[in-house]
């Protein structure tokens, strides 16, 4: 059973870098999947920020693109999420997901990890 | 970006109640769709995808339809473990898009 697990610091100071990293278990991050990063501030909805193949391919979400690199590495079975120039708009639960590969769910999230909160504050 | 308006934004109901939530897109998504349970201070959990299609484990009380634009989650008997957010998301095109999430209370 796959399980993801995130982890990072929890308090990023504003126009600093945030840097979280997800671990997969159970499982290889060389599979088939795409691998994404999802944001919730508190009390609001999910935003999708990036998605990583195993072969380093990505995608972003172009309202965070100019800031947002996802990397994979696959020695480690990890991938991870950078975001510059935070602010207070940028607090929020960060949660990694796996991407389905079933026929007709390609692009829905099957797994989650529980979720980090990162607060960019001074 | 195709945007994604859930309603109710919230709805107070009781145990055994028939609930509807709906979904509408900004523009057909071919049933290029996903809803998710999310429970305080958990990640959220997929409950169907394509619209229709009960994810591994889900109770069948939970169905969804729909197509082109419009979209419908519903819970046929609800149960105390359904109160809950639930948020639909259209994966047809990127970036994937969710919408704003209904917030199912107790009654």
């Known amino acids: 059973q796959v399980q993801l697990q995130e982890s990072g610091p929890g308090l990023v100071k504003p126009s600093g870098t945030l840097s979280l990293t997800c671990a997969v278990s159970?499982?290889?991050?060389?599979?088939?999947?795409?691998w994404s990063w999802v944001r919730q501030p508190p009390g609001k909805g999910l935003e999708w920020i990036g998605e990583?193949?195993?072969?380093?391919?990505?995608n972003y979400n172009p309202s965070l693109k100019s800031r947002v690199t996802i990397s994979v590495d696959k020695s480690k079975n990890q991938f991870s999420l950078k975001l510059s120039s935070v602010t207070a708009a940028d607090t929020a639960v960060y949660y990694c997901?796996?991407?389905?590969?079933?026929?007709?769910?390609?692009?829905?999230?099957?797994?989650w990890g529980q979720g980090t909160m990162v607060t960019v504050s001074s | 970006d195709i945007q994604m308006t859930q309603s109710p934004s919230s709805l107070s109901a009781s145990v055994g109640d028939r609930v509807t939530i709906t979904c509408r897109a900004s523009q057909g998504i071919s049933n290029s769709l996903a809803w998710y349970q999310q429970k305080p201070g958990k990640a959220p959990k997929l409950l169907l995808y394509?619209?229709?299609r009960l994810e591994s484990g889900v109770p069948s009380r939970f169905s969804g339809s729909g197509s082109g634009t419009d979209y419908t989650l519903t819970i046929s008997s609800l149960q105390p473990e359904d109160f809950a957010t639930y948020y639909c998301?259209?994966?047809?095109?990127?970036?994937?898009?969710f919408g704003g999430g209904t917030k199912v209370e107790i009654k």
């Open positions: 998301q259209q994966y047809y095109s990127t970036p994937p898009t």
């Open positions: 159970g499982g290889s991050i060389s599979s088939s999947n795409w």
């Open positions: 990583i193949y195993h072969s380093g391919s990505t």
């Open positions: 997901a796996r991407e389905s590969v079933v026929v007709a769910a390609t692009g829905a999230f099957d797994i």
């Open positions: 394509a619209a229709s």
